[in-house]
C-alpha cells in the first residue's frame, strides 16, 4: 500500500513538473511571438510612412511637369508650325493644358527662381558612389576648403571603424563637398578614393557636389543679428549646403544623420541610434539629438525631410541652421496663448535628447575663415546615470527639496536623475498632465550605479481619472480624499505595473511618500507609456 502511494506521489509530481514547463516553454513562445509582432508592425508603419510620402512626392514631379508643358506651349503662342507634328488629340490636350487657369502652388523656384536659368542646378556636379538605396540609416557630411587643418580623413576613419560588417551594409554616407571649384573636388575626391577605395567600391561611402549654378547671388546679403557680411554669407551658404545634402539623401534610407567633418564617435553609435529610432516609433518625434553641439548628431525621419529643406528654402538667408529648426518646433507644437514653458514641454516631445551623447567635436578651426572653437560636448563621456523615455507632455512638481540642480523637469524629459534630500510623510511627486492621457503602464526607477543605495521607500503610485463616470473600482483601488486612486507602490526602489484601462485617460499621476526615509533619494528612470492609439 505505501508502495502504490508512493508510485502515485511521484507520478503526480512527474506530470505537475511536465506541465509546468509546457506552460512556461509555451508562455516563452508567447513572449517571442508577441516582440517579433510588435517589430514587424512598427516596421509596417514605417514603410507605410514612407510610401506616403513617396506617392506625395511624385504627385509634385507630375505638377512640375504639367506647369513646364503650358511654359511650353506659352512659349509657342499657338503656332501651328510648333505643334503641327502633334497629333489632332494630343494638339486638344496640350491647348486644354495652356488654358487652364489653376491656383499657382509655390515650389522650390519661387524662392530660388535662378535656378530655373540652369536645367542642372539641382543636379549633383560630380557624383561618385553605387547610389545605395533602401538602409537604416543614412549619414551626411558636408565639407568645405578649410584654409588650416582638414578633419575629414579622421571623422571617417572613426565612422566607419565602428561599424560591424552588417551594419556596413545598412547604411551609407554621404560627403558633401561644399565648393565649385571643381579642380578641388575632385583632388578631394582622388584622396577619398585612396584611402577609402573599399568602402566606395562597396557602396557605404558617396560623394557628391553641387553645381555652382545651384547657388543664388550671394554678395548683397542683408546683415542681420550683428553678424558680419562674411558670417552672414557664411551661415547662409551653409543652410543651402545642408538642404542640397536633404534632397539628395531623402529616397535612401529610413532615418537621415546630420554629422559635421571634425568629429569622433563613441563605439556602438549606429545600433544605439537606430534602436533608440525604433524604440520612439510609435511617437510622433521630429529630430532625435545625439549630441548637444549644434548640427551634429541630428536624427530626422527621412519624409520630414521635404518640410524641413521647405521651411530652409523660405528663410535661408535670414537665420541659422539651429534657429530655424527651432522656429520648425515652435510652429508645430506651441501655442501662442500658452507661456514658454508650457511651449517648451510641447516641443521636447517633438525634440528628444539622448544621452550621453554619440559623437564629440575635435575641430579647432572653423570652416569660417579665422574663427577658432573650442567647442567640446560635455556629455560626451559621462556614464550614463538615468534612462530615457518619451513621456507625455506634463507640468511637473514636487515638495521634496532638490540636490545640486538635479531637477525633475530635466528627469521628465530623460536629461537627468532627479535627486531630492531625505523624503518625508506627506512629501509628492505630481505629474500633471498637459490633456487627459491615456495610459498602458508605468516604470519609476529610483537609485543609479552611484547611488544605489538613494531609492524611494515607503512610497504609494496614484492616479487621477479625468473623469469618475460610471467607475467600479472602489473595491478594488484605495481612494484618497482628493479624488486619486492608489495603484502601486514602490518595492526595493522599482515601481512598475500596467494601468487598468478603466481609469483612462488620466489627468494626473503622483507619487506619494508614506512614511520618512533614512536616506536621500533618486529617481533615474520615469516612463509613462501611453495607450496604443
Not at 75 to 86: P, R, V, Y
Not at 190 to 215: C, H, M, Q, R, W
Not at 307 to 326: A, Q
Request: glycine letters at 4%; hydrophobic letters at 40%; aromatic letters at 10%.
Amino acid at each position: 500500500m505505501r508502495l502504490r502511494n508512493g508510485t502515485v506521489a511521484t507520478a503526480l509530481i512527474f506530470i505537475t513538473s511536465f506541465m509546468s514547463l509546457s506552460w512556461y516553454t509555451t508562455w516563452q513562445d508567447g513572449k517571442e511571438k508577441l516582440i517579433a509582432y510588435q517589430r514587424e508592425f512598427h516596421a509596417l508603419k514605417e514603410r507605410l510612412r514612407v510610401a506616403e510620402h513617396r506617392t506625395l512626392q511624385r504627385s509634385s514631379e507630375l505638377n512640375t511637369i504639367l506647369e513646364q508643358f503650358r511654359r511650353a506651349i506659352a512659349e509657342t503662342n499657338g503656332s501651328k508650325d510648333a505643334l503641327g507634328h502633334f497629333s489632332d488629340e494630343t494638339q486638344k490636350l496640350l491647348k486644354e493644358l495652356a488654358h487652364r487657369k489653376p491656383l499657382q502652388v509655390p515650389n522650390i523656384y519661387y524662392h530660388l527662381p535662378h535656378l530655373l536659368n540652369n536645367e542642372g542646378s539641382l543636379q549633383p556636379a560630380v557624383q561618385v558612389g553605387l547610389g545605395r538605396t533602401k538602409v537604416s540609416i543614412v549619414m551626411g557630411i558636408p565639407t568645405v576648403k578649410r584654409k588650416v587643418k582638414s578633419y575629414l580623413a579622421e571623422t571617417l576613419h572613426s565612422l566607419i571603424n565602428k561599424l560591424s560588417p552588417e551594419e556596413k551594409l545598412d547604411c551609407v554616407i554621404i560627403v558633401f563637398v561644399g565648393e565649385t571649384d571643381i579642380d578641388y573636388v575632385h583632388s578631394v575626391v582622388e584622396s577619398l578614393d585612396k584611402e577609402f577605395s573599399t568602402e566606395i567600391n562597396s557602396g557605404l561611402l558617396e560623394v557628391i557636389s553641387p553645381p555652382a549654378s545651384y547657388y543664388p547671388d550671394l554678395t548683397n546679403l542683408k546683415e542681420t543679428f550683428g553678424d558680419t557680411k562674411e558670417r552672414v554669407k557664411w551661415r547662409t551658404k551653409q543652410n543651402l549646403d545642408y538642404s542640397f545634402l536633404m534632397m539628395y539623401a531623402l529616397n535612401k534610407g529610413t532615418y537621415y544623420v546630420q554629422l559635421e567633418d571634425d568629429i569622433v564617435a563613441k563605439p556602438n553609435y549606429f545600433i544605439t541610434m537606430k534602436n533608440f529610432a525604433l524604440q520612439l516609433s510609435s511617437e510622433d518625434w521630429m529630430i532625435l539629438e545625439f549630441s548637444q553641439l549644434g548640427f551634429i548628431g541630428k536624427m530626422f525621419q527621412a519624409p520630414d525631410l521635404n518640410l524641413i529643406v521647405e521651411f530652409i528654402f523660405m528663410f535661408y538667408k535670414e537665420k541659422p541652421i539651429d534657429w530655424l529648426l527651432d522656429h520648425i518646433l515652435w510652429v508645430k507644437a506651441c501655442s501662442p496663448e500658452k507661456d514658454a514653458k508650457h511651449c517648451e514641454r510641447q516641443k521636447s516631445n517633438l525634440r528628444v535628447r539622448f544621452r550621453p551623447s554619440l559623437f564629440q567635436h575635435v575641430g579647432l578651426h572653423s570652416s569660417l575663415a579665422g574663427k577658432i572653437q573650442k567647442l567640446t560636448d560635455k556629455d560626451f563621456l559621462k556614464p550614463l546615470l538615468h534612462k530615457i523615455h518619451v513621456n507625455p507632455p506634463a507640468e511637473v512638481s514636487t515638495s521634496l527639496k532638490m540636490y545640486q540642480g538635479h531637477t525633475l523637469e530635466k528627469t521628465y524629459l530623460g536629461e537627468d536623475f532627479f535627486w531630492a534630500i531625505t523624503p518625508t510623510a506627506g512629501d509628492y511627486i505630481l505629474f500633471k498632465f498637459d490633456r487627459p492621457v491615456n495610459i498602458e503602464r508605468y516604470l519609476f526607477r529610483s537609485g543609479n550605479p552611484e547611488h544605489p543605495g538613494d531609492k524611494l521607500q515607503n512610497t504609494t503610485v496614484e492616479i487621477l481619472p479625468f473623469s469618475e463616470t460610471g467607475l467600479k473600482t472602489k473595491d478594488k483601488y484605495k481612494r484618497t480624499d482628493d479624488g486619486f486612486y492608489r495603484i502601486g507602490k514602490f518595492e526595493n526602489g522599482v515601481s512598475e505595473s500596467a494601468v487598468d484601462p478603466v481609469f483612462n485617460p488620466i489627468s494626473a499621476l503622483r507619487l506619494s511618500v508614506l512614511q520618512d526615509s533614512a536616506v536621500w533619494a533618486i529617481l533615474s528612470e520615469i516612463h509613462i507609456k501611453k495607450a496604443a492609439r
